[in-house]
C-alpha cells in the first residue's frame, strides 16, 4: 500500500518512463463492489481512493521484471547491490519503525524473497555495515543503535515524500504525521 504524494513523487523520478498518476477507483467504487463481494463493510469510509501509477511499455521493464521474479518466487539478482536508493524504496513500500516500548525504534524491512535468499540479503546488508538480525519470517530488523543512522543514510537530509512519519525516530511526531497520512492515504498498484 503506498499513496498518491509518493506516486507523484516517483512519476517525477522516473521522468519519461512513467506515462501518468491517475485515479482508479474512488472510495465509493470500492465499497459498492465490496457489495457484491460480501465483504465485511460496504461503508465508504472503510475505503481509500485507488490511484495508480502507470509506466511505458519497454523491453527492458520485462527485462528487470524477470530477473527479480521466478516461477518458484522473487529473487535478489546477483548483480544487484544494496544502495541507498533502493534501500529507501523497500523502506518505503515494506518497512517501518518498531518502537516497540523500548524508547528507541528499530527500523524493520519485509523480505519476502525465496529462503534460499535470505542468506544473499543477510550478507548484503552485513556489507552497508549496520548492526541488524533477520528473523525467520524474513523481517530485517535494523539495531536501535543503528536505526537514525539507517534512516539517514537512506535519504539524507530528507525524507521520501508520503512517507515522511517513516523517517521521525520520535513516536509523538510519527503518530501525528501517520494520522495526517492515513486521513490522505490511497491504495496505490502499479500497472
Not at 27 to 49: F, I, R, V
Amino acid at each position: 500500500m503506498t499513496n498518491k504524494t509518493y506516486l507523484d513523487y516517483l512519476h517525477d523520478v522516473l521522468g519519461w518512463m512513467s506515462n501518468q498518476v491517475c485515479m482508479h477507483t474512488t472510495a465509493l467504487g470500492q465499497a459498492n463492489k465490496s457489495q457484491s463481494l460480501e465483504a465485511l463493510s460496504d461503508d465508504p469510509s472503510n475505503y481509500k481512493d485507488v490511484y495508480v501509477m502507470r509506466s511505458k511499455t519497454h523491453d527492458w521493464l520485462r527485462d528487470v521484471y524477470d530477473t527479480w521474479q521466478t516461477e518458484n518466487g522473487k529473487i535478489i539478482p546477483k548483480n544487484v547491490e544494496l544502495t541507498p536508493t533502493i534501500v529507501r524504496h523497500w523502506y518505503c513500500g515494506d518497512g517501518c519503525l518498531d518502537f516497540g516500548g523500548r524508547g528507541e525504534p528499530s527500523a524493520r524491512i519485509k523480505a519476502e524473497f525465496m529462503q534460499d535468499h535470505l542468506n544473499r540479503i543477510r550478507e548484503m546488508f552485513g556489507d552497508i555495515g549496520f548492526k541488524h538480525h533477520i528473523t525467520d519470517n524474513g523481517a530485517i530488523i535494523i539495531s536501535q543503535t543503528d536505526t537514525r543512522e539507517f534512516l539517514q543514510w537512506m535519504s539524507p537530509g530528507h525524507p521520501v515524500p508520503g512517507f515522511e512519519y517513516k523517517w521521525t525516530t520520535s513516536i509523538e511526531e510519527q503518530k501525528k504525521l501517520r494520522s495526517a497520512y492515513e486521513s490522505t492515504q490511497t491504495i496505490s498498484t502499479h500497472e
